[in-house]
């Protein structure tokens, strides 16, 4: 991996760095419970959130190179698959109108206080979304460029018309509501680690590869036996998962939703973090959303103080256009946050005390 | 572009992000005005209602002060824009609740807004009375804090149902925006309650949202043996003006009717003379001269404050909102949640611009009496207020049938 | 009313629908076919082409200055998009520029949202539909009494003339050839000596002529404008552009008839069954009447997106042939 780095690999600085990057996360959570600010942890949920879509969707587009302009469609399904299962018995004979067997499940049963039933609700919805992704996927993904956006942004129209007229399952376009908001902080980050280390895994190993290949070039792909649809395919499914997780996550937060959530704004909201963290990078899908909701709510913020309604729409589409104009590549392109490096400064700073003559850590290999 | 020049460039947006977005320090005195939330989706779809609810809630505000505001303490609102997002909307709720530490709050004319925001005011336990969202079924859903400041979909549609069956006859029309939860419970509602009386839906039809032609739907129409007494569309206010035009230049001359909905400036301004002879139930009648005194009053007031008459209803229930607020706060004598909310729960006969607001037997959708406007001349007159006979149960049964034309 | 006066009437309705969306659709186009670019922006031009002319008809400008207002300041709009964001990115892979177009949208809406603000403008203004506009003309034909509205007669009559002229221009002038060369190969066309710039600024004009008209238009009979009412439109003119054979002008005409007849005989087959209810069997009419409107019209959006997907797969050059022809 590293050819040009001096120093050689070691496995023990990277889980290092790793454990440097999770204390640190946890510290944050610890710190955010502590305040009992429901409002900070509100924002720092939806991070996790946006920060599990956005990784999910690089692997789907970024990484493949086949952009996906429906993949919220999974999300809807996994927030309205999920909340029917934990829905209580009571709430789901008044809101909703489900066969028989339906109408008897609720997920809502906990191991001691940790609530087994949300992940169980929160699996199926993921597998279910999966499934359907493995049939949707092996007909879109045949198509490139611009159609396959295209198709898939009519798989996210499909989705929503489905959903306003499954009334008995989803209530249609009325909200549904009354969701049990087990989401916290701990659910959204653990799911965020857990997302972001299969698609580090991905990333790194022959099916990344695969799938960076012929997002270069597929002639030249095809031409040293990688097999497109497969690579495609795999992509689009697992990250169908994951946004069908944060569907969950998303839909046990905000406790009430309709249809019209889950549509274009939420889809150009994902689509510029991604494009402004940085397409290919994993990093980067934790880079864009942390800027975007800094600077989203910031500039909400000057929007209620002034009254200048629209300044936040602007200047988010205006620095959406100038990355891609200028730096299509985001912010880290293909990089990746080399977490081995800071496990070596640590152990370093920590156990050495003195550098090496004429050895400079490299901080940014060069791109993969 | 430069690599570190980017990098420092955004690190330095980044920041920049981080500190405009921390909460700024209040330096107003300890206790000394009583706060109030007030979510309003001021941009997005729902802006053609929500400004106004707001506008009508920050001059209640403003007269309750000049007073001498609410237990000799000035009453100060928050007004935070939803942007008509779910995820805004919550975090709006949270951020009223901890920055301006708010006693209760106002807000918002929507059903979907309402769901997003009212559980967080319930969990925070503080009392919250929508302005303008009329799904029967809300105080349920949220909980006790929850107030209803207009009366609910299933009374107006009682009302509208047993004014048509009355005035007009007992063959009715009815056509359905699929598109809004408001438009769809509204028109489940004045088909329980009409046919109920007795009445026949002689033909049902629907639209999808954002239609602005309907030659499909009124070509149906015309292929109609006998003609209905009446035309009742289910709609939200962008559709009640190219209805009207295209119904009457269809040589559709017979009476429009519709919900709260119809309750726009657009549907004289686009309808013109086809507005005519539509009917409409609404909280209101946002008339200066031909009004209640207190509507001509807080018409007169708008007016001054805005420069121009208030838009619709919805200014008036902003404004209803915030003084029915203020008076259980004086009524409860603190700013206790639990004595606010024990205060609203005792509200009776309470003097609103839109009418009478009583919560009785525990129930916290108000019954009041439903407004209904008649189009005369492209004026806006009043048609009568009326009670209900009936009114259908908060939760309908089950979905229109999309078509049932009688035999 | 009996059966050939309901169909005529529908077909009718049918074309006008039809007219409109094919607009819109060879509008879009237009741009796709040269620039490779999908324009979502496309319905805010057409937006801010209603804007326009509902500021300048409120200020009483006269009708045919108006117009000459709305055609000036949508075609400046268009300009300044392509100068502004889709020509730096003429090398950009194709999913970013239509990425982008979205982005160019929320600027021109934002944009609209926060002038309105300013000039104390509510949200959601009544369109000042022109007087020639209103109302409804009466045809006495074979049939039997035909009704049309205004608007529908003049998108009837004026949608047509336009897509009759451009295809002409296409096919018979300079510049229109030119237009086809640099469709069908920017490079070559660049090598043989054609000014590839102008162009496509040529396309983005023709494109905000059509959109201005096909925005008024729309605006006449919604009878009212807000910052975001782009949106429907330009989904439809994209579904219209792509049955037809998007980059193909006369497909997207086709495509966009297509649309506007599916569309009108989703809601006429119920009212069918409602005439024939005392000679058809019960059968048939509840078909008509209950299963087809409810699965056909309720469903409508994802038949139309489902029938695109296989479209695509089977045949991506739409109805008339390859991308890469026109």
Do not use: C
């Amino acid at each position: 991996m590293n050819a040009q780095a001096i120093t050689r690999t070691s496995p023990l600085a990277t889980w290092v760095g790793v454990g440097i990057v999770a204390g640190v996360v946890v510290a944050i959570i610890l710190l955010l419970e502590a305040s009992g600010s429901a409002f900070w942890q509100g924002i720092f949920i939806t991070l996790g959130m946006f920060i599990i879509l956005a990784v999910s969707l690089n692997l789907a587009s970024g990484f493949t190179g086949v952009f996906s302009l429906g993949h919220i469609g999974f999300m809807a399904l996994g927030a309205y698959i999920a909340a029917i299962l934990t829905l209580p018995v009571e709430n789901k004979e008044e809101l909703l109108n489900l066969p028989g067997w339906l109408a008897t499940i609720h997920l809502d049963f906990t191991v001691g206080t940790f609530p087994l039933g949300f992940l169980t609700a929160t699996l199926i919805a993921g597998l279910i979304a999966s499934l359907l992704a493995v049939v949707v996927g092996a007909v879109l993904m045949r198509l490139s460029g611009h159609f396959v956006a295209v198709a898939t942004l009519g798989f996210l129209v499909i989705v929503r018309v489905v959903l306003i007229n499954a009334d008995d399952f989803t209530r249609g376009a009325r909200t549904f509501s009354n969701v049990t908001p087990y989401t916290d902080l701990w659910w959204v980050y653990g799911w965020a680690a857990v997302t972001l280390y299969t698609i580090w895994r991905i990333k790194f190993s022959a099916y990344g590869r695969a799938m960076f290949a012929q997002r270069e070039d597929v002639a030249a792909a095809r031409s040293v036996g990688i097999v497109i649809m497969r690579s495609r395919l795999f992509a689009f499914v697992v990250s169908a998962f994951f946004t069908a997780v944060a569907g969950s996550l998303w839909g046990h937060f905000i406790t009430s939703f309709s249809p019209n959530a889950f549509y274009f704004d939420l889809t150009f909201r994902v689509i510029t973090m991604l494009v402004v963290g940085g397409m290919g990078s994993v990093s980067g899908s934790v880079v864009g959303p942390v800027l975007i909701t800094a600077l989203a709510e910031a500039l909400r913020r000057l929007e209620d103080y002034n009254q200048l309604y629209g300044i936040s729409g602007i200047s988010l589409a205006l620095l959406f256009l100038i990355i891609i104009i200028f730096r299509p590549n985001g912010l880290m392109g293909s990089r990746e946050f080399d977490v081995e490096w800071l496990g070596q400064r640590v152990l370093r700073a920590l156990s050495f005390g003195r550098r090496r003559e004429g050895e400079k850590p490299e901080r940014f290999p060069a791109g993969e | 572009m430069n690599t570190v020049a980017v990098k420092r460039l955004f690190a330095a947006a980044f920041v920049l992000g981080i500190l405009l977005s921390l909460p700024v320090l209040s330096l107003a005195q300890e206790g000394d005005p009583i706060v109030i939330g007030g979510g309003f989706g001021l941009t997005g779809g729902m802006a053609s209602l929500d400004v106004p609810a707001s506008n009508g809630a920050l001059l209640a505000v403003q007269e309750i002060n000049a007073a001498g505001g609410v237990l000799g303490r000035p009453l100060e609102i928050v007004v935070l824009d939803s942007q008509t997002e779910p995820d805004t909307t919550a975090q709006i709720a949270r951020q009223m609740i901890e920055e301006n530490q708010i006693v209760a709050s106002v807000g918002f004319t929507d059903s979907d807004s309402a769901l997003a925001f009212g559980p967080i005011m319930q969990e925070a336990g503080l009392p919250f009375i929508t302005a303008g969202a009329t799904s029967p079924k809300l105080p349920d859903q949220i909980g006790d804090m929850m107030f209803m400041a207009p009366f609910g979909d299933n009374t107006q549609a009682a009302v509208a149902a047993e004014y048509a069956f009355e005035n007009f006859g007992p063959n009715g029309y009815l056509l359905t925006n699929l598109g809004s939860e408001y438009t769809r419970l509204l028109a489940d509602f004045f088909k329980i309650r009409f046919e109920e009386l007795g009445g026949t839906l002689v033909l049902e039809d629907t639209f999808e949202l954002a239609t602005s032609d309907f030659t499909p739907q009124i070509t149906r129409l015309s292929a109609l043996g006998t003609q209905p007494d009446f035309y009742f569309i289910s709609s939200l206010p962008e559709d009640i003006g190219p209805f009207a035009r295209q119904m009457r230049d269809a040589g559709f001359d017979g009476p429009i009717v519709s919900g709260d909905g119809a309750d726009t400036p657009l549907l004289i301004e686009v309808g013109q003379e086809a507005a005519n002879d539509v009917y409409f139930t609404t909280h209101a009648l946002m008339d200066g001269e031909n009004g209640t005194e207190a509507v001509q009053a807080f018409v007169a007031a708008y007016t001054e404050e805005y420069g121009h008459a208030p838009e619709n209803a919805f200014a008036a229930l902003g404004y209803d909102a915030v003084y029915l607020l203020a008076d259980a706060i004086e009524r409860a004598g603190s700013t206790d949640a639990v004595a606010i909310q024990t205060a609203l729960n005792e509200t009776e006969n309470f003097a609103a611009v839109t009418g009478s607001i009583t919560f009785t037997g525990g129930s916290r959708v108000p019954q009041k009496a439903v407004t209904i406007i008649q189009v005369v001349d492209q004026q806006l007159t009043l048609a009568g207020e009326f009670v209900p006979e009936s009114v259908p149960a908060a939760e309908p049964a089950e979905e229109p049938a999309a078509t049932e034309a009688a035999a | 009313m009996n059966f050939g006066v309901y169909w005529a009437q529908q077909f009718l309705n049918g074309l006008s629908v039809g007219s409109q969306y094919a607009l819109m659709a060879v509008g879009l186009a237009m741009v796709f076919g040269i620039l490779r670019l999908i324009n979502f922006a496309h319905g805010d031009v057409m937006m801010v082409a209603a804007y326009i002319g509902a500021f300048s008809l409120a200020a009483q400008v006269p009708l045919p200055l108006a117009l000459l207002l709305v055609l000036l300041g949508t075609v400046l709009t268009g300009l300044l998009m392509e100068r502004a964001a889709y020509r730096p990115l003429r090398r950009a892979p194709a999913v970013a520029v239509l990425l982008s177009s979205f982005a160019v949208g929320q600027i021109l809406q934002n944009g609209t949202l926060l002038l309105s603000r300013l000039i104390n403008q509510p949200v959601q203004m009544a369109f000042p539909t022109p007087d020639i506009l209103q109302g409804a003309v009466l045809f006495n034909t074979f049939f039997g009494d035909l009704r049309l509205s205004r608007i529908n007669l003049v998108s009837l009559i004026a949608g047509p003339i336009l897509l009759v002229l451009l295809i002409i221009f296409i096919r018979r002038t300079t510049l229109g050839l030119s237009m086809r060369a640099t469709a069908e190969d920017l490079q070559a066309a660049q090598l043989m000596g054609i000014d590839t710039n102008r162009v496509i600024m040529w396309a983005f004009v023709i494109g905000s002529l059509l959109a201005a008209v096909a925005g008024v238009l729309y605006a006449s009979q919604a009878g009212q404008i807000k910052p975001d009412m782009g949106f429907t439109p330009v989904l439809k003119a994209f579904i219209a552009a792509v049955i037809g054979g998007f980059g193909s002008i006369p497909g997207a005409m086709i495509g966009g008839y297509v649309l506007g007849f599916l569309e009108v005989l989703l809601t006429a087959l119920p009212g069918y069954g409602d005439l024939i209810r005392g000679s058809a069997s019960p059968e048939v009419v509840t078909f008509l009447q209950t299963y087809l409107p409810t699965t056909l019209s309720r469903y409508r959006d994802a038949f139309v997106f489902v029938a695109l997907i296989v479209l695509l797969l089977v045949r991506p050059g739409g109805i008339l042939g390859t991308v890469d022809k026109e």
